[in-house]
């Protein structure tokens, strides 16, 4: 039985190998090009941990949106709700007194219940992903402006009406931030995930329902329940991204978080093809990061300005875009 | 600063062109034309010719040819053999425009595909003129073009408002805009594909009257494809009967044609494969459906029973609603009256999720969007109905049982496949089809409804499928089998229920029925 022949045949093997490991290939040339450009610069252990912890928060955020376009959806909403999950964990410190083990998971709840908006837009109102999160996006960014008083947020300072604040921002809060942590933190995220959505019944449900929701439907999966799941799991990366980056700042800042928001669906459409999955998953989303990363902290030690970088970033996401898309489309 | 506009100009050169063109054409004669798609030959050497004034019709069953013909005169078919005379010259059509310029316009049955709903009724009708009749102007005259198409609507006699939006219409009035559309276009020759199918009998009374009076008044040949014999006696004027990529007949109508005889030279195609009926014990009431009408207005008060070991045949034309009555059983369509009975306790069915957990299987009819999942492989297919099955208690995948499940499938249905692991969208139609049914092996339902399990299936899987099909049955499954193939209907089932517009019109016990009857009855012969 196995003998027998499909009628139509995968692509060749080299350009499947090319569409399956370009990523890598990518992220271990560009690597290798500044290995040996700057060697003394760059290969050394404490620039490899600089990049670590730069890509962080971008892969844990990117981890967020892995589940929501793995499900089929997408979000530009994403920087705006990790700002708002920035400005409530430093406020509870701060304003509230709250300790750690409290403030955080009321952050990431209050995260999720966010996302609950969104989801009733989208699932019960039917209003495309993109339009729902833009809309989301607008309402963050004034609900996070609001609640901070139009301001940043830190120990000290006192509130937008005048009254003085005593609390204080834990040193376990600052920790989570730095260099181990930070990393180990984004290392467990991404084996954690990548086990949930490859080997759980709950993850094979959210790949059906992104890969065809009618087929999805008519095979009995309840596709708006899985749905609202996945969105729910990504606001808790998402929160998570926020809470980190306020700990890096040691503060709420407006817009905080709002810049990691493309960075992090870049890392993961450039992740898709990683290793064939042809999908968006949470060991492609760490290397698309990572490509991203990398690119970064090298043309900044080649003195390449700050303000050019993302022009080279966009570059990176267009090839990444069109070696996954030009591949689809001649297929059929 | 403002552009100087000109006003559209009654006889400017551009339109004055293609009115000289089209209005010499008083007929059009198709000579030995064949198409062959790989592997089919969807038309062999057929004739076809229309004239000035003249309401033809074009009947057949599915696949007979009637679309693939028309496409062709449409200019939509560029691969054909043969010739085509326009008033006795042979002419090329091997594009939409050349069909345009001789005055031949294609209302196709989905009509959406060629409206802008965004745009008002006028800009509909007028948008030629509002692309190709603007060149050197950059402002729309709203004023002219309303004008225009108020003219052209008054003269077909049809009552739209010009300024609302197409969205915003009823199918029937979108068929409208089409039809003025296409007159405005000084069409000599129309063509509505199956065009009283979405319509209620006042909007067809209303279509009729149009089109006699473009036919009578305006001179228009018409060429009418449907389902309904019936209708085509009360407006068309001569037939041409299709079977199998060849015309069998044309004939005048007149008092003397019956339905029947239409029926007749329809079919006459031999069923080639030979299917042998497995006797199957049939046992107690499954499943019972009483009163389902769904909320499109698409199935309309039916009631049925299938018993366990029963395959049971839904017998209807293309848009007869058995694929809207599948997906109603599903869940999957809403239900606007009746109820569900499985094994006699009454079912709340509101979505596929129920239906599956009652052990109700759909295998749709849209088998590449609806029933598999193209980018997944086989084995992540079959087993997508009951992941459940092959967890562990954390809800983890237990990869090597299910594997183990796919490599069974696979060999029991004969899936032709190199490997479990391959992407379902590089197997042929036939092999994704037995995935499509296999998915509910594994649930292992016992309720299955096929919704034209057979369509793009090759001879050899079609058997498989049969086969596989009456194994069920045998195992005291109760089949629904939804087709409109006839012979198939009549090999593989035991009783048929034909469907007509909605309705279940006629119930036939299988081993008495003949094509002949169901095809009356499929095509409203008792109506």
Same mark, same amino acid.
Request: aromatic share 8%; glycine share 10%; net charge positive.
């Given at each position: 039985m196995s003998k027998a022949v499909a009628t139509a045949k995968p692509k060749g093997k080299s350009s499947a190998f090319i569409e399956k490991w370009a990523s890598l290939i990518a992220l271990v040339a560009v690597f290798a090009f500044f290995a040996l450009r700057m060697p003394k610069l760059f290969l050394t252990s404490s620039n490899i941990v600089?990049?670590?912890?730069?890509?962080?928060?971008? %892969?844990?955020?990117? =981890? *967020?949106? %892995?589940?929501?376009?793995?499900? *089929? *959806?997408?979000?530009?909403?994403?920087?705006?709700?990790? %700002?708002?999950?920035?400005?409530?964990?430093?406020?509870?410190?701060?304003?509230y007194k709250m300790s750690l083990w409290l403030a955080i998971p009321l952050a990431l709840v209050l995260t999720m219940g966010l996302m609950m908006i969104t989801m009733l837009l989208i699932v019960k109102f039917k209003i495309p992903d993109l339009l729902a999160t833009l809309a989301m996006m607008f309402m963050l960014d004034g609900v996070s402006l609001t609640y901070s008083g139009g301001g940043a947020i830190s120990e000290g300072m006192p509130r937008f009406n005048g009254d003085p604040t005593f609390g204080k921002i834990p040193q376990l809060f600052k920790n989570m931030g730095q260099a181990p942590t930070i990393i180990i933190i984004m290392i467990v995220i991404v084996i954690v995930v990548h086990i949930f959505l490859t080997y759980t019944k709950y993850g094979r449900y959210i790949y059906a329902v992104g890969g065809n929701k009618e087929a999805a439907?008519?095979? *009995? =999966?309840?596709?708006?329940?899985?749905?609202?799941?996945?969105? =729910?799991?990504?606001? =808790?990366?998402?929160?998570?991204?926020?809470?980190?980056?306020?700990?890096?700042?040691?503060?709420?800042?407006?817009q905080g978080a709002a810049g990691y928001a493309m960075p992090a669906i870049s890392a993961v459409f450039i992740g898709r093809s990683v290793a064939g999955a042809g999908k968006p998953n949470a060991f492609g989303t760490f290397v698309g990061a990572s490509l991203v990363g990398i690119l970064e902290n090298g043309l900044i030690m080649m003195s390449v300005p700050y303000y050019s970088l993302n022009a080279v970033k966009g570059v990176v996401l267009a090839l990444a875009l069109a070696s996954t898309y030009y591949s689809s489309t001649s297929e059929n | 600063m403002g552009m100087p506009y000109r006003r559209p100009h009654r006889d400017s /050169?551009?339109?004055?062109?293609?009115?000289?063109?089209?209005? !010499?054409?008083s007929s059009i004669e198709m000579k030995s034309i064949s198409i062959e798609f790989p592997g089919v030959k969807a038309l062999s050497d057929v004739d076809f010719s229309i004239k000035n004034g003249e309401i033809r019709a074009v009947v057949g069953a599915n696949g007979a040819g009637k679309s693939t013909l028309m496409k062709v005169l449409a200019g939509a078919n560029e691969t054909y053999t043969g010739t085509i005379l326009i008033d006795g010259k042979p002419c090329e059509i091997r594009d939409p425009r050349m069909a345009k310029r001789l005055g031949i316009e294609l209302v196709y049955q989905e009509v959406d595909t060629a409206l802008f709903p965004y745009l008002s009724v006028a800009e509909n009708i007028m948008f030629n003129s509002l692309v190709s009749g603007m060149k050197g102007k950059s402002l729309v005259h709203w004023g002219s073009i309303n004008k225009s198409a108020r003219e052209i609507l008054a003269r077909l006699k049809m009552d739209i408002d010009v300024s609302r939006k197409v969205s915003s219409l009823t199918l029937a009035e979108k068929q409208m805009v089409l039809i003025a559309r296409a007159v405005r276009e000084r069409c000599k020759f129309l063509i509505l594909d199956e065009p009283t199918a979405p319509l209620s009998l006042g909007e067809v009374e209303k279509l009729f009257g149009i089109v006699r009076d473009l036919a009578e008044r305006e001179g228009v040949g018409v060429i009418f494809i449907s389902h309904r014999l019936p209708e085509l006696f009360q407006i068309c004027t001569s037939l041409t009967v299709m079977k199998d990529g060849k015309v069998v007949a044309n004939r005048a109508v007149n008092a003397e044609l019956t339905t029947r005889e239409i029926v007749n030279l329809m079919l006459g195609r031999s069923f080639e494969e030979n299917f042998p009926k497995i006797p199957t014990t049939i046992g107690e009431t499954m499943l019972e459906a009483l009163g389902l009408s769904d909320e499109a207005g698409r199935v309309r008060n039916v009631s049925f029973s299938i018993k366990g070991g029963e395959i049971v045949g839904i017998c209807g034309l293309v848009g007869a609603g058995k694929t809207e009555l599948c997906k109603l059983l599903f869940g999957a369509n809403k239900m606007r009256t009746g109820q569900i009975k499985l094994r006699g306790r009454s079912l709340k069915i509101r979505t596929p999720t129920s239906a599956v957990r009652q052990k109700i299987a759909l295998v749709p009819e849209e088998r590449r969007k609806e029933g598999v999942l193209v980018t997944e /492989?086989?084995?992540?297919?079959?087993? #997508? @109905?009951?992941?459940?099955?092959?967890?562990?208690?954390?809800?983890?995948?237990?990869?090597?049982?299910?594997?183990?499940?796919a490599k069974h499938l696979? !060999?029991?249905?004969?899936?032709? !496949? /190199?490997?479990?692991?391959?992407?379902?969208?590089?197997?042929?139609?036939?092999?994704?089809?037995?995935?499509?049914?296999?998915?509910?092996? !594994?649930?292992?339902?016992?309720?299955?409804?096929?919704?034209? /399990?057979?369509?793009?299936?090759?001879?050899? @899987?079609?058997?498989?499928?049969?086969?596989?099909?009456?194994?069920? #049955?045998?195992?005291?499954?109760?089949?629904?089998? #939804?087709?409109?193939?006839?012979?198939?209907?009549?090999?593989?089932?035991?009783?048929?229920?034909v469907m007509y517009n909605g309705n279940l019109v006629a119930e036939l016990p299988t081993k008495t029925a003949t094509e002949e009857e169901i095809l009356f009855y499929a095509t409203g012969g008792n109506k």
């Open positions: 600089t990049i670590l912890r730069a890509i962080s928060i971008t %892969t844990i955020i990117g =981890i *967020g949106l %892995t589940i929501t376009l793995a499900v *089929g *959806g997408f979000d530009l909403s994403s920087g705006s709700m990790a %700002t708002m999950s920035g400005a409530m964990i430093i406020s509870f410190f701060v304003w439907r008519l095979s *009995g =999966i309840p596709i708006y329940r899985y749905r609202v799941y996945a969105g =729910i799991l990504a606001a =808790i990366f998402i929160g998570l991204g926020g809470i980190l980056v306020a700990s890096r700042n040691m503060s709420a800042q407006i | /050169p551009h339109r004055g062109e293609k009115n000289r063109m089209s209005q !010499t054409v /492989p086989v084995y992540f297919n079959l087993s #997508a @109905a009951c992941l459940g099955k092959f967890c562990n208690r954390l809800s983890f995948v237990k990869k090597s049982l299910e594997i183990k499940n696979v !060999t029991e249905l004969g899936i032709k !496949t /190199p490997s479990v692991h391959q992407k379902v969208k590089y197997l042929s139609g036939g092999n994704q089809q037995k995935v499509a049914v296999g998915k509910w092996l !594994t649930s292992d339902s016992d309720v299955y409804m096929l919704d034209e /399990p057979t369509k793009g299936v090759d001879v050899g @899987a079609k058997r498989d499928i049969f086969q596989l099909i009456q194994g069920l #049955a045998k195992n005291g499954k109760a089949i629904l089998y #939804a087709s409109s193939e006839i012979n198939e209907i009549l090999a593989i089932t035991d009783r048929i229920y």
